[in-house]
T-cell receptor, first 118, second 114 residues
Framework: EAGVAQSPRYKIIEKRQSVAFWCNPI?????LYWYQQILGQGPKLLIQ????????DSQLPKDRFSAERLKGVDSTLKIQPAKLEDSAVYLC????????????????FGQGTRLTVV | GDSVTQMEGPVTLSEEAFLTINCTYT??????LFWYVQYPGEGLQLLLK???ADDKGSNKGFEATYRKETTSFHLEKGSVQVSDSAVYFC?????????????WGLGTSLAVNP
């Protein structure tokens, strides 16, 4: 079974530039998450999709961050304009979703995109 | 709201030492509990999980038991190896409503010296 795919693996941009990250979840997974992980900290949920609908974006800085999940499959996360404090690893994860009968269904993570803003 | 508290790191051990990383939680419902591991430069991987009280999750020599009475899910390994050096995250899955959310601890860094 293919895992969660993310690209690019690394990105360096100057502040005030824009950047986009792409995620392809595991086939059939209804729930998709974007996390921000700053060095030395735990993952912080930015946005959670259920199919193509947003179920939680309470911690997404909406003045500069946006995300979409067209057709309930792939997703893109965009930052425009970037700030120095956006330097972090951006993790995408997916899970089958609450419609499954499995309890304790874990999230499966991609390798992440390491963003450096200079 | 729900929360997860992990012991602070970094934890430094010699090879073959016994490992315990404490994790306690608060939850209003009946969450599932997870340990994830993050090796240097990698994404998060599920290490083990437990879905109900008294369940024991185990993988790669690591174990954790879901203790409802103490609201704990401590991670243990009898003999650590250098390759276990990583950051370990405790998490719970909120099963309330239709939105399954993962609540994360801050992570505990483990360094194992030969």
């Amino acid at each position: 079974e293919a895992g969660v795919a993310q690209s690019p693996r690394y990105k360096i941009i100057e502040k005030r530039q824009s950047v986009a990250f792409w995620c392809n979840p595991i086939s059939g997974h209804a729930t998709l998450y974007w996390y921000q992980q700053i060095l030395g900290q735990g993952p912080k949920l930015l946005i959670q999709f259920q199919n193509n609908g947003v179920v939680d974006d309470s911690q997404l800085p909406k003045d500069r961050f946006s995300a979409e999940r067209l057709k309930g499959v792939d997703s893109t996360l965009k930052i425009q304009p970037a700030k120095l404090e956006d330097s972090a690893v951006y993790l995408c994860a997916s899970s089958p979703g609450p419609g499954t009968v499995l309890r304790g269904t874990e999230a499966f993570f991609g390798q992440g995109t390491r963003l450096t803003v200079v | 709201g729900d929360s997860v508290t992990q012991m602070e790191g970094p934890v430094t051990l010699s090879e073959e030492a016994f490992l315990t990383i404490n994790c306690t939680y608060t939850a209003t419902g009946y969450p599932s509990l997870f340990w994830y591991v993050q090796y240097p430069g990698e994404g998060l991987q599920l290490l083990l999980k437990a879905t109900k009280a008294d369940d024991k999750g185990s993988n790669k020599g690591f174990e954790a038991t879901y203790r409802k009475e103490t609201t704990s899910f401590h991670l243990e390994k009898g003999s650590v190896q250098v390759s276990d050096s990583a950051v370990y995250f405790c998490a719970l899955s909120d099963r309330g409503g239709n939105n399954r959310k993962l609540i994360w601890g801050l992570g505990t860094s483990l360094a194992v010296n030969p």
